[in-house]
């Protein structure tokens, strides 16, 4: 038997977590880790809602091929 799972991204509460770390360290920039496509789940979109949405100006990523 198959089973399909779905994957779904709360974009809000994304956004309400990167409020409760920005107010644990107040007048501190966050930079924001992107993993590899985000296995599948859309990083573009992620991307830009973070810069977008959440003024957040920094990115990193683990290894080079992940750039």
């Known amino acids: 038997m198959r089973f399909r799972t779905r994957l779904q ?18 007048g501190k920039d966050v ?7 985000w296995y599948g789940h859309g990083m573009v979109a992620m991307v830009q809602f973070a810069q977008e949405q959440l003024g957040i100006k920094e990115f990193g990523v683990a290894t080079l091929g992940e750039a």
């Open 31 to 37: 930079i924001f880790m992107v993993k590899a496509e």
């Open 9 to 26: 991204i709360d974009l809000q509460l994304l956004a309400q977590n990167h409020a409760a770390i920005k107010s644990l360290s107040p």
